[in-house]
């Protein structure tokens, strides 16, 4: 059974970082193409930045130069780093497949406030 734990979110003031994690057990992400997605409040999930299995990676545009993403295949851990946060990128963050219809089971997701 596929679980995915992410964690590091909290509350930060504009302009400051945060790195997320996600923890996978039953899969190797590495093999997959991985994503990370957010849904702020009243709002439809939605993919904010991906890594390939070749380990290239793909932003949305609202992200780009801000927020990068690696991942650690010995741990089997995907990262998230946030920088120069926004009070827009306040969300619940989640990561999963990078294809829709390949999609695992959601984790609870990390919470991401950025406030001032």
């Known amino acids: 059974q596929v679980q995915l734990v992410e964690s590091g979110g909290g509350l930060v003031q504009p302009g400051g970082s945060l790195r997320l994690s996600c923890a996978a057990s039953?899969?190797?992400?590495?093999?997959?193409?991985m994503g990370w997605y957010r849904q702020p409040p009243g709002k439809d999930r939605e993919l904010v930045a991906a890594?390939?299995?070749?380990?290239?990676?793909n932003f949305v545009d609202s992200v780009k130069g801000r927020f990068t993403v690696s991942r650690d295949d010995a741990k089997n851990t995907m990262y998230l780093q946030m920088n120069r946060l926004k009070p827009e990128d306040t969300a619940v963050y989640y990561c999963?497949?990078?294809?829709?219809?390949?999609?695992?089971?959601w984790g609870q997701g990390t919470q991401v406030t950025v406030s001032s």
């Open positions: 999963n497949r990078a294809i829709r219809s390949y999609w695992y089971s």
């Open positions: 039953g899969t190797i992400i590495s093999n997959y193409n």
């Open positions: 890594i390939f299995t070749s380990g290239s990676t």
